[in-house]
């Protein structure tokens, strides 16, 4: 059977809904009072199981652990399709942005959703849905995104953060200072704060590594000082776009090339493979194979049946086809690489998977917003 794509009551989807609620006095589903000022902080990669297991180097973030349960992020648990969630609100069957690397139908051609925007993909109209921010705009609101210098002009940032004023620091004690700023001024304001830092060290080094324990404390001290700034009606979210999963080299699986017959593309990430299939390929046939090769350490699913499982939300017909006729969703801590002199063989820590350690991400409350 297919596991479910979510696990817990509220997901990634319901955080900016609800502060939207609250900066209009209204109590949303997830209970948030009235403020003037609501800031999320999104900390890629931080998945609940990785911040319980280094509490002890992060004391204000899991203070909180106890009495805010975690949530669950999309699938694929990918920072394109989670950040593209969290700030439209709705699923990747609807925004578009279905995996990192996502079938351009029109183009015949995969594209990195964070960095390969050109002159064919147009942010506009390929993440279909509307903003939160976008949203705010329409009521009186004042939005604003921190984030680093480099991604003010990306075409990610234009796909899923339009409608904010962007704001930048090169450090998390600079981005954790512009946001310190933003608090004090008039509200009401939706400030969206985004940490890269750990996502990076895990990538790099694993997620038990010294350099992830360091970029975490790190982040704890900037945000501790931050906690000390909130008002009596300001609030802040803690939340996470994914968990992660460290794969040793050894775990790493580059398939059998009869199980690569009649793909025309490989899109998705290693922890989540998605072929797309030659015109004529049997998409059950080809799944098929891969269960009887793969199927003890990965779901396999053909694009009908994880649409029917709900693994993307609500799919329109438009995102359809960006989705692969077949997919290969890792259950144990491996990583599939089609080629097998992928560059992105280098990484340790990885998501893009269904498993708890990846969908699983905090929600953590502080400020006014910590009932």
């Not at 609940?48 to 106890?66: C, I, K, N, Y």
């Not at 609807?94 to 183009?107: I, K, M, S």
Request: glycine share 10%; hydrophobic share 45%; aromatic share 6%.
């Amino acid at each position: 059977m297919l596991p479910a794509a979510k696990s817990t009551r509220f997901s990634l989807t319901d955080v900016m809904p609800n502060c939207l609620d609250a900066l209009a006095g209204r109590r949303g589903p997830l209970g948030l009072p009235p403020v003037t000022h609501a800031v999320v902080l999104l900390v890629d990669g931080l998945g609940s199981g990785v911040l319980e297991a280094h509490r002890g180097h992060a004391r204000t973030l899991s203070a909180r652990l106890a009495s805010d349960p975690p949530i669950s992020s999309v699938f694929p648990t990918t920072t394109a399709a989670a950040l593209a969630s969290l700030t439209t609100g709705t699923s990747p069957g609807r925004h578009g942005l279905v995996g990192y690397r996502v079938l351009d139908p029109a183009h015949d051609r995969v594209v990195n959703q964070l960095s390969g925007w050109d002159a064919d993909l147009d942010p506009a109209t390929w993440q279909r849905m509307p903003t939160l921010f976008e949203r705010a705009a329409a009521v009186g609101v004042r939005s604003v995104a921190i984030g680093l210098p480099r991604y003010r002009e990306s075409g990610f940032t234009a796909a899923v953060l339009r409608g904010a004023d962007y704001r930048s620091g090169a450090t998390i004690a600079e981005r954790f200072g512009v946001a310190a700023t933003e608090l004090a001024a008039p509200g009401p304001a939706l400030i969206y704060l985004y940490v890269s830092e750990l996502d990076v060290a895990a990538h790099a080094h694993g997620v038990d590594s010294a350099h992830w324990v360091a970029a975490l404390e790190s982040l704890d001290a900037a945000f501790a000082s931050l906690v000390d700034r909130l008002g009596p009606r300001q609030g802040l979210l803690v939340t996470a776009d994914h968990g992660m999963v460290d794969v040793p080299g050894e775990s790493q699986v580059v398939p059998d090339a009869a199980l690569l017959a009649g793909v025309r593309h490989v899109a998705g990430e290693p922890r989540c493979l998605q072929l797309h299939l030659e015109t004529g390929v049997d998409a059950d046939a080809v799944a098929e194979a891969w269960r009887a090769s793969e199927g003890g350490r990965a779901w396999v699913a053909t694009r009908a049946e994880a649409v029917e499982a709900g693994w993307f939300g609500e799919v329109d017909p438009e995102v359809l086809p960006r989705i692969g006729d077949v997919l290969v969703a890792a259950r144990k801590p491996v990583a599939y690489y089609a080629d097998p002199d992928d560059t992105a063989r280098r990484m340790i820590g990885q998501h893009g998977s269904l498993s708890p350690a990846e969908l699983q991400v905090p929600l953590l409350r502080y400020g006014a917003f910590a009932v």
